[in-house]
C-alpha cells in the first residue's frame, strides 16, 4: 500500500545529460520536494518504484537571476536526490507512475 505523501516527496525525474550518466553507475536521479529529508526520499522510491535503496544523497540548485526584455527575475531553488539502487534493481524512468 503507497501511502499519497509519497507522491508529495518526488516531484519529477531529472532527465539531464548528467543523470542519464550516472543511471551506468546504478544511480537515478529524481528532483524532491524542499523540505523532504533523506529517510523519505527513500521510503517514497522504495514504495513507489519497489526497489531496494542502499543510499540518498541530496542537493539543492540555488535559483538563478535571469533578465529577460529588461526586466529581473529569479529561477526558483531546485532539490535533487540522487538515489543509489540496490546491485541487480533498476527504474525505468521514461513509464509513468
Not at 3 to 17: A, F, Q, W
Not at 46 to 54: C, D, M, R, S
Request: charged share 25%; net charge positive.
Amino acid at each position: 500500500m503507497t501511502d499519497l505523501r509519497h507522491y508529495d516527496v518526488i516531484v519529477s525525474p531529472s532527465i539531464t545529460e548528467k543523470s542519464t550518466m550516472v543511471s551506468d553507475h546504478n544511480q537515478v536521479v529524481f528532483n524532491v520536494a524542499k523540505t523532504a529529508s533523506k529517510p523519505e526520499i527513500k521510503a517514497a522510491v522504495e514504495a513507489l518504484f519497489g526497489v531496494k535503496v542502499t543510499a540518498v544523497n541530496t542537493l539543492v540548485r540555488k535559483g538563478k537571476v535571469k533578465r529577460f526584455k529588461g526586466f529581473i527575475g529569479k529561477q526558483k531553488d531546485v532539490k535533487k536526490a540522487v538515489v543509489t539502487l540496490a546491485e541487480g534493481q533498476t527504474i525505468d524512468i521514461s513509464t509513468g507512475l
